[in-house]
Structures are given as structure tokens and as C-alpha cells.
């Protein structure tokens, strides 16, 4: 008879398995860019450790953009730009809508459909760092804090 002990290890890797099979090419490509980038991206003077960060990416002009924020609570923000939507009327920054309806919290990363849904912020100094990646040298190809609004 096997231990319970074994046995669930031998569950979670098989759900582990079963995960990862699930997930398909280009969430893995995605995956493996984001490591990649985290890797090898020093981030400015003042800025904040990058774990310390919500981490947004996305495919833009052949290359990955992302932005790194630090999280506050955006509930006035979110009942001022998202809260009241009538028939098909939506307001003009949708993706943003998404984020401030399922925000991530520090340490947390999630790569978006395309740029224009990335985070806009306007705060400035180091509590948001932009970066551009080139994905063809792999390397990070600009990296600074917001600039101040």
C-alpha cells in the first residue's frame, strides 16, 4: 500500500503535468520571455526590488514592453473610470478597466493580448518603470523610471 505521503506527491506532479500540457506554445513563448527579461533587467537607480512590483507585459513594434507598478488601491479610480457602463457604451481604456477589475498584487506578472491594454499611469518617479525588450538580441533594450506627470 502506498503512503499518503507518496501518494500526494505523485497527484501533485501529475497536476503539475496536466498544467503545463495544457498550456499552449505561445503561453509558454510568453512564459519563457518574461523569465528571460526578469533575468537579465537591472532596474534604475531608486527604483523599487522588482518583486516589490506588479509586472504587466506585452508584444509591441516586434519587441516586449512592460510595465512595473507599484500596487495601491485604485478603488476611486475604478468607480470613477469603470463603475457605471450603460448598453454597449465603454469607456475608452477597456484593458485598463480589466487591470483595475483583477489587479495584481506585488510579486504577480501577466502578459496582455496587445500594449495599448498595458497599465497607464501617471505617476511619476520609480513607483512605475517602463522597459523595452529586444527580442531579437535578447536583451533589455531601455529600462526607466515613469517620468514625473
Not at 506554445?25 to 537591472?42: G, P
Amino acid at each position: 500500500m502506498c503512503e499518503p505521503s507518496r501518494m500526494r506527491a505523485t497527484y501533485v506532479g501529475l497536476v503539475i503535468v496536466l498544467l503545463t500540457a495544457c498550456s499552449t506554445a505561445e503561453e509558454r513563448k510568453q512564459k519563457s520571455l518574461m523569465d528571460q527579461i526578469e533575468r537579465t533587467v537591472r532596474l534604475p537607480n531608486g527604483a523599487h526590488p522588482l518583486n516589490a512590483y506588479a509586472r504587466y507585459y506585452a508584444f509591441q513594434n516586434g519587441g516586449v514592453h512592460a510595465v512595473y507598478v507599484i500596487p495601491w488601491d485604485r478603488t476611486p479610480l475604478l468607480e470613477k473610470t469603470c463603475g457605471e457602463r450603460s448598453g454597449n457604451a465603454t469607456t475608452s481604456h477597456e484593458g485598463n478597466c480589466q487591470i483595475l477589475l483583477a489587479p495584481l498584487k506585488a510579486g504577480q506578472r501577466r502578459w496582455l493580448g496587445e500594449s495599448r491594454d498595458l497599465p497607464i499611469e501617471f505617476e511619476g518617479g520609480c513607483e512605475v518603470v517602463e522597459m523595452d525588450f529586444d527580442v531579437g538580441r535578447g536583451r533589455v533594450a531601455n529600462v526607466a523610471c515613469h517620468q514625473n506627470a
